[in-house]
């Protein structure tokens, strides 16, 4: 009888350990999935402003074209007014796919950070477990 209370007290000591360390695991799993949805957002949104530029440099593309032809037509029309009223049309298209152009442009250059806080805290993760357990990280030689 004695020793089955011994065994029946060792067994959850022996066992409290990796019940901490499942613990730790199922809230590090959470925190973890808790940024990778965070850093979802924010590249779902840059990919919505990447497109939005491309349409909009897309349509204010093909109306400089359009108007540039009909501004070239009315140049050889009679009227002064006409011909202004055309080349302002066209520069509030080109405007108008400028903007386009750097929206696109400013999605680009924000491409490279994309989820990059969830890349840290795994590289630190890595190496948590390369202190604790004596690992070596592998190398790409």
Do not use: C, N
């Not at 067994?11 to 973890?32: D, F, K, N, W």
């Not at 808790?34 to 402003?49: F, M, T």
């Not at 298209?93 to 400013?106: I, N």
């Amino acid at each position: 009888m004695p020793r089955q209370i011994i065994h029946g007290r060792r067994i959850p000591r022996l066992l409290a350990p990796l019940a901490r360390a499942l613990q730790e695991g199922a809230s590090a799993v959470g925190s973890r999935w808790e940024l990778a949805r965070l850093e979802w957002a924010v590249e779902r949104g840059r990919i919505v402003q990447s497109l939005a530029g491309l349409a909009i440099l897309a349509i204010g593309g093909m109306l400089v074209l359009a108007f540039a032809g009909l501004a070239l037509v009315v140049t050889w029309w009679d009227t002064d007014r006409r011909v202004m009223v055309a080349w302002l049309v066209v520069g509030a298209y080109l405007a108008l796919a400028l903007v386009g152009l750097f929206m696109w442009r400013f999605a680009q250059m924000r491409k490279e950070q994309r989820f990059a806080a969830l890349r840290a805290e795994f590289t630190a993760d890595r190496a948590w477990m390369a202190r604790q357990w004596g690992w070596r990280p592998k190398r790409d030689d």
